[in-house]
């Protein structure tokens, strides 16, 4: 059956990639985006099945009406992708206050905020799958992108959550983990790193590998991602999490091994806190 999607960030790369993908296996599309016009192209190449809706995710009143529009204009909705976002580059000392407030309220409250402006519609139609695309920096951090890495670890916290609230419901949530895609991700960052700052010098190779110049030569290919994501919403039971791109599962899997490494290490200590309680005094 054909399937209802509501998609945000959709301007541009995996966002566009995913549209464009549902669009052309047979489904129906509403994809925002801060300048809907951006979105032209691809209503106009679809219609009746791709509909194009301004959303600036940081307005939570917005999220609503939109989801709102988007069940009307869809007659329902079977998947709903979060995928607006954007990076922050800068060493946790040297991020401003700005800098930091600005990258949760879009990368974390912009999430929140459209769930739960689709949950209700979700939970009261008994099914639906909710996509939160997070990063494979939400399951590993590195230097130089701490906020960055903070908002997506905010993300998965809230979204495993998530699901076991909605799964008696029907509705079913993952979390995408993806690395570098070919999707013009570097170009949009907010890039804060002074040259001369002391965490450049001791970063060099992160640094190096954070560069625009490295745009359009990485690894991940959109247009197969959004063919795994057609999968993903097709499985009846998906997981919970995915990892999307070799650099992400190698980086992941490898974090989480050595967390349990150092949680056996000091099993010991971990459990030396519980006792039983002293008895009170007389």
Known sequence: MPRRWLITGASRGLGRALA???????????????RPAD????????????FALELDVTD???AFAVADEAVALAGGLD??????????????EETSEAAARAQMETNFFGALWVTQAVAGHLRR???G???QVSSAAGGVAFPLVGLYCASKYALEGMSESLARELAPFGVKVTILQPSDFRTGFRDACDR???????YAAAFPQQLAALSEALSGREAGDPERAARVLLELVAMPDPPLRLLLGEAAFENVTRAHARQLDE????????RSADGPPEEESR
């Open 39 to 50: 979105l032209d192209g691809l209503a106009a190449a679809h219609p009746g099945r791709a």
């Open 263 to 270: 949680w056996r290490a000091h099993e010991a200590l971990a």
């Open 192 to 198: 804060r790193i002074d040259p001369g700052s002391p």
């Open 20 to 34: 464009q993908a549902a669009l052309e296996a047979g489904d129906t599309v509403v994809a925002t985006a801060r």
């Open 79 to 92: 998947v709903v992708v979060n995928c607006a976002g954007y990076g922050l580059h800068a060493p946790i």
């Open 125 to 127: 139609a008994g099914a």
């Open 60 to 62: 939570r009143d917005r």
């Open 129 to 131: 799958h909710l996509v």
